[in-house]
């Protein structure tokens, strides 16, 4: 497989490996952490762990865990490294997908829960995932202020006539 096509960090669990419930820890190797860097446009990630847990619930199951991480996105004023520190909780309630078109209501909400494909759940996917969302979108650094740059005084593409026309009239 391509390594440009590949997943940033996968690490699945078969539903048939849950039983009464799996906790499992999660830390990508460097190649993982190079693949998240790019796939999330990072400066760097010097530290990635995550612990997630799945279990069954009252339809499908739930996944629940934390990620934390150390990194530094690039600053959208300065272009200059921020460092970011990330330690969010997270769950999600998961179903089959044989079980979404019987048993769950799909809205537009963000609460329906997300369909497993395939009988396999990706927790790299889950944890990459739960850490993109906690991370900035338009990270600045304190005090980095972006300066409109001035529009010209006149857009207007006969405002070069204009000044032929000044510059006539104050020869004559």
Not at 28 to 50: G, N, W, Y
Not at 103 to 125: C, H, W
Request: aromatic share 6%.
């Amino acid at each position: 497989m391509n390594p440009d096509h590949r997943l940033p960090f996968s690490e699945v669990l078969r539903v048939n490996e849950i039983g009464a419930g799996v906790t499992r820890r999660l830390v990508p190797d460097e190649a993982a952490r190079v693949r998240i860097v790019k796939a999330l446009d990072l400066a760097s990630l010097t530290s990635f762990e995550s612990e997630i847990t799945v279990a069954p619930a009252h339809v499908g199951w739930r996944l629940s865990g934390w990620v934390r991480a150390q990194a530094e996105q690039v600053c959208g004023v300065t272009l200059e490294p921020l460092p970011v520190s990330v330690d969010e909780r997270f769950s999600v309630d998961l179903v089959e997908e044989a079980d979404t078109a019987s048993e769950v209501e799909v809205t537009l909400e963000d609460d329906s829960p997300d369909v497993i494909e395939e009988g396999r759940i990706d927790l790299g996917q889950y944890a990459v995932e739960q850490f993109a969302l906690a991370l900035d979108p338009f990270p600045r650094k304190p005090g980095a202020e972006f300066a409109q740059p001035e529009e010209p005084a006149e857009i207007s593409p006969f405002a070069v006539l204009k000044q032929l026309r000044a510059a006539k009239d104050g020869k004559s």
